[in-house]
């Protein structure tokens, strides 16, 4: 990749929750290392770290939030850049690409990157390289990787060559590297683009959720065999990616030890300080015979809340993991020693140890709080992977996974069923990685986000289902999600004794407005449509409304909860709560759907029943202006399957076809009064 000259690049992020600046940040590193003279700001450092109109060649990563909106920290840019009062052309020396993030399963797919994007080709600048947009939905990686594989060539032609012609021979780059893909589907049309329709989805989750159960089903039946999987690449020549070298070091020290998470280093999600929040109280919505276990767990808190906001809980490993982990890397004599970490001196500029390490830390501890290891492994780490095995057939097989030909095959068997570093070092016994690989490669352990579900001055809930994965191809015990098994455990003993005697704390902090939150006024007309732990935002609701209502003068808007769960005896969240907002008519309807009971003829089996059953109602509440819907829970199927549903009954109401339906949906969605909150 060493483009032997200095050439100058910056690489522009906007970014909500941090995946599209660590992506910048990687381009940033990857291109210093390429010996580009890169440089990488947040777009909001406008006017202050960088100046546009001086930046000949920029590379974008931009996400999208809200209903379609570019992030918060890149608003301003978009609105400097578009000033009336510029000419039409003042961006006409830049020159640029932009890679956008989005999720295919709200409705205005990349809407934020797609926006700048248009801001940036109307004032004149010139795109040197296609586009990509990114699907966080299906997998972001599916587009990421082969953008990137092709951003170097595109680069490297940009510098050496006339701009003109290099938009099509990109295009014709990224769109080989995606071809080689298994889902061809995610190839970009001539924009750039990758369109989606509401029917488009629904057939590609079906899709997906077959290949995953039977998925599933091999992994309980041959856990070992997965990544041994016979390969259609033995015969292959291949093309490992780039191999990066280790340019950590940790070494030994006697230094005191502070006690911080992840080094008080922010998270770009924050939007308050982290706070160790005492534990008010914790209780099993469920009855124990339910399938999933719900949680409501209350923490103090010293900053106000509202109905609406979100709340990041910082997570730790599971015990079992990590010891099995600091033994299989034969650390078990050093796990606890006290260790500092440097960049080695033969490390080329630039390079730095990852802020979040603390400066002195232990094995034990920087596995627990400070790594995802049990994050799917990416392809870099592969390829670090292979230089440490001695044994021939053991590295042969990681090398086609993460080869160029074995794209499919990495989708297939590591993606698809979740592989992390942990798998693979249970699986293949002579990989042998030093520790400095291990930080180099791994990601930071994220914070995990939930809605407040009830909230008052000095307190807030959260709800959580705790997640369990069936079984690991490792033989380590089953598990459960890396927050959700977290808190559970740590809470299991208030839970057992129902009392708050037992002091226990857990990090949080506030994190930046989602726009899910309440209309602003009373008398708006609220839907709200929330299955299984959906329904926790909605307390907050609720909660708001009442203390409105008992303060208020105007004529009140209708307050409709459509909400579902299996079993009405085992896992009606709320129910106590749901039924008394009912009662005191702060809740003007509610429909609940139960998917496992009996039902009486007639009865909802989903939400989405429920909604067609009134559906005349819900339409004429689409049309009404005055209407605010909001949707909150699982994106795989309920949110999806609502959707097709209003959209059917616009249909069916305004008497139009599925296209105009479509449309006149899409409308109320940029108007901002559909709302989502969803989650894979
Ligand atoms: C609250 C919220 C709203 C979102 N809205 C959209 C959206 O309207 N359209 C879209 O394509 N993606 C949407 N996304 C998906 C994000 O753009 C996607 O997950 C992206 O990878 C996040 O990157 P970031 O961490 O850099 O912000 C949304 C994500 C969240 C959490």
């Given at each position: 990749?060493?483009?032997?000259?200095?050439?100058?690049?910056?690489?522009?992020?906007?970014?909500?929750?941090?995946?599209?600046?660590?992506?910048?940040?990687?381009?940033?590193?990857?291109?210093?290392?390429?010996?580009?003279?890169?440089?990488?700001?947040?777009?909001?450092?406008?006017?202050?770290?960088?100046?546009?109109?001086?930046?000949?060649?920029?590379?974008?990563?931009?996400?999208?939030?809200g209903d379609g909106d570019?992030?918060?920290?890149?608003?301003?840019?978009?609105?400097?850049?578009?000033?009336?009062?510029?000419?039409?052309?003042?961006?006409?020396?830049?020159?640029?690409?932009?890679?956008?993030?989005?999720?295919?399963?709200y409705s205005t797919?990349?809407g934020?990157?797609?926006?700048?994007?248009?801001?940036?080709?109307?004032?004149?600048?010139?795109?040197?390289?296609?586009?990509?947009?990114?699907?966080?939905?299906?997998?972001?990686?599916?587009?990421?990787?082969?953008?990137?594989?092709?951003?170097?060539?595109?680069?490297?032609?940009?510098?050496?060559?006339?701009?003109?012609?290099?938009?099509?021979?990109?295009?014709?780059?990224?769109?080989?590297?995606?071809?080689?893909?298994?889902?061809?589907?995610?190839?970009?049309?001539?924009?750039?683009?990758?369109?989606?329709?509401?029917?488009?989805?629904?057939?590609?989750?079906?899709?997906?959720?077959?290949?995953?159960?039977?998925?599933?089903?091999?992994?309980?039946?041959?856990?070992?065999?997965?990544?041994?999987?016979?390969?259609?690449?033995?015969?292959?020549?291949?093309?490992?990616?780039?191999?990066?070298?280790?340019?950590?070091?940790?070494?030994?020290?006697?230094?005191?030890?502070?006690?911080?998470?992840?080094?008080?280093?922010?998270?770009?999600?924050?939007?308050?300080?982290?706070?160790?929040?005492?534990?008010?109280?914790?209780?099993?919505?469920?009855?124990?015979?339910?399938?999933?276990?719900?949680?409501?767990?209350?923490?103090?808190?010293?900053?106000?809340?509202?109905?609406?906001?979100?709340?990041?809980?910082?997570?730790?490993?599971?015990?079992?993991?990590?010891?099995?982990?600091?033994?299989?890397?034969?650390?078990?004599?050093?796990?606890?020693?006290?260790?500092?970490?440097?960049?080695?001196?033969?490390?080329?500029?630039?390079?730095?140890?990852?802020?979040?390490?603390?400066?002195?830390?232990?094995?034990?501890?920087?596995?627990?709080?400070?790594?995802?290891?049990?994050?799917?492994?990416?392809?870099?780490?592969?390829?670090?992977?292979?230089?440490?095995?001695?044994?021939?057939?053991?590295?042969?097989?990681?090398?086609?996974?993460?080869?160029?030909?074995?794209?499919?095959?990495?989708?297939?068997?590591?993606?698809?069923?979740?592989?992390?570093?942990?798998?693979?070092?249970?699986?293949?016994?002579?990989?042998?990685?030093?520790?400095?690989?291990?930080?180099?490669?791994?990601?930071?352990?994220?914070?995990?986000?939930?809605?407040?579900?009830?909230?008052?001055?000095?307190?807030?809930?959260?709800?959580?289902?705790?997640?369990?994965?069936?079984?690991?191809?490792?033989?380590?015990?089953?598990?459960?999600?890396?927050?959700?098994?977290?808190?559970?455990?740590?809470?299991?003993?208030?839970?057992?004794?129902?009392?708050?005697?037992?002091?226990?704390?857990?990090?949080?902090?506030?994190?930046?407005?989602?726009g899910?939150?309440?209309p602003p006024n009373?008398?708006n007309n609220l839907v709200?449509?929330?299955?299984?732990?959906?329904?926790?935002?909605?307390?907050?609701?609720?909660?708001?409304?009442?203390?409105?209502?008992?303060?208020?003068?105007?004529?009140?808007?209708?307050?409709?909860?459509?909400?579902?769960?299996?079993?009405?005896?085992?896992?009606?969240?709320?129910?106590?709560?749901?039924?008394?907002?009912?009662?005191?008519?702060?809740?003007?309807?509610?429909?609940?759907?139960?998917?496992?009971?009996?039902?009486?003829?007639?009865?909802?089996?989903?939400?989405?029943?429920?909604?067609?059953?009134?559906?005349?109602?819900?339409?004429?509440l689409l049309l009404d202006t005055d209407t605010v819907f909001y949707?909150?829970?699982?994106?795989?199927?309920?949110?999806?399957?609502?959707?097709?549903?209003m959209?059917?009954?616009i249909?069916?109401?305004?008497?139009?076809?599925?296209?105009?339906?479509l449309c006149k949906f899409n409308g109320i969605v940029s108007e901002k009064r559909y709302k989502e909150?969803?989650?894979?």
């Amino acid at each position: 990749m060493n483009n032997g000259t200095k050439n100058k690049i910056t690489v522009l992020y906007g970014s909500q929750t941090g995946q599209a600046e660590e992506i910048a940040k990687q381009i940033h590193e990857d291109a210093v290392f390429g010996g580009y003279d890169a440089e990488v700001f947040c777009l909001k450092e406008e006017g202050k770290k960088f100046d546009i109109k001086e930046i000949k060649c920029a590379v974008f990563v931009c996400s999208t939030t809200g209903d379609g909106d570019p992030p918060e920290n890149a608003r301003k840019f978009l609105r400097t850049v578009s000033r009336k009062t510029l000419p039409n052309d003042h961006l006409s020396k830049l020159y640029y690409t932009l890679l956008g993030l989005g999720d295919s399963n709200y409705s205005t797919f990349c809407g934020g990157p797609k926006k700048l994007d248009k801001v940036l080709s109307l004032h004149g600048a010139n795109k040197f390289y296609e586009a990509g947009f990114a699907d966080d939905g299906t997998d972001l990686e599916l587009v990421v990787e082969p953008w990137l594989d092709g951003l170097w060539p595109a680069l490297k032609s940009y510098f050496l060559k006339d701009k003109s012609h290099i938009t099509s021979e990109s295009r014709e780059i990224i769109n080989n590297n995606l071809n080689e893909l298994p889902n061809s589907e995610s190839a970009l049309n001539s924009n750039g683009e990758q369109e989606t329709s509401v029917t488009d989805l629904s057939e590609k989750v079906a899709n997906i959720e077959i290949t995953e159960n039977v998925k599933k089903l091999e992994t309980t039946l041959l856990p070992d065999s997965i990544l041994w999987k016979k390969s259609s690449l033995s015969a292959s020549n291949l093309t490992l990616p780039p191999l990066f070298p280790i340019h950590l070091e940790a070494y030994p020290t006697d230094e005191e030890k502070v006690e911080t998470y992840q080094k008080n280093f922010s998270f770009p999600v924050a939007c308050g300080e982290v706070m160790n929040a005492h534990v008010r109280s914790a209780r099993v919505l469920t009855q124990p015979d339910a399938v999933k276990r719900a949680i409501e767990v209350e923490f103090d808190v010293t900053t106000e809340y509202k109905a609406g906001d979100v709340i990041a809980v910082c997570c730790y490993n599971n015990k079992l993991d990590v010891d099995w982990l600091i033994e299989r890397l034969g650390l078990t004599k050093t796990a606890d020693q006290k260790m500092k970490m440097k960049v080695s001196s033969v490390a080329p500029k630039k390079k730095e140890v990852p802020p979040y390490i603390p400066e002195v830390f232990t094995i034990r501890e920087m596995f627990t709080s400070c790594l995802e290891i049990r994050s799917v492994i990416k392809k870099p780490l592969i390829r670090c992977l292979v230089e440490s095995m001695s044994n021939l057939d053991e590295k042969r097989r990681l090398e086609e996974l993460c080869s160029r030909q074995g794209g499919g095959e990495y989708m297939d068997v590591i993606r698809g069923n979740m592989i992390s570093v942990l798998d693979i070092l249970a699986t293949f016994p002579s990989c042998k990685p030093t520790l400095e690989t291990l930080v180099q490669h791994l990601p930071r352990l994220q914070p995990r986000r939930y809605s407040i579900a009830r909230y008052g001055s000095n307190y807030v809930s959260i709800v959580f289902n705790v997640v369990q994965f069936e079984r690991d191809s490792n033989h380590l015990s089953p598990r459960s999600g890396i927050c959700t098994g977290y808190l559970e455990q740590l809470l299991q003993p208030m839970i057992e004794q129902q009392e708050t005697e037992i002091s226990l704390h857990v990090k949080i902090f506030p994190t930046k407005s989602n726009g899910f939150s309440p209309p602003p006024n009373l008398r708006n007309n609220l839907v709200m449509i929330g299955p299984g732990t959906g329904v926790a935002p909605f307390i907050g609701f609720l909660q708001q409304r009442q203390e409105r209502l008992a303060t208020n003068t105007e004529a009140p808007g209708c307050a409709w909860l459509f909400y579902g769960c299996r079993h009405k005896e085992r896992d009606f969240l709320f129910q106590d709560e749901l039924d008394k907002f009912k009662r005191e008519n702060i809740l003007t309807k509610f429909c609940v759907a139960f998917s496992r009971d009996e039902r009486a003829p007639g009865g909802a089996k989903y939400v989405q029943d429920s909604i067609k059953t009134n559906g005349e109602e819900i339409v004429s509440l689409l049309l009404d202006t005055d209407t605010v819907f909001y949707v909150c829970g699982d994106a795989r199927n309920m949110s999806k399957d609502v959707r097709t549903c209003m959209v059917e009954l616009i249909a069916k109401y305004t008497e139009c076809d599925m296209e105009s339906a479509l449309c006149k949906f899409n409308g109320i969605v940029s108007e901002k009064r559909y709302k989502e909150d969803i989650w894979t």
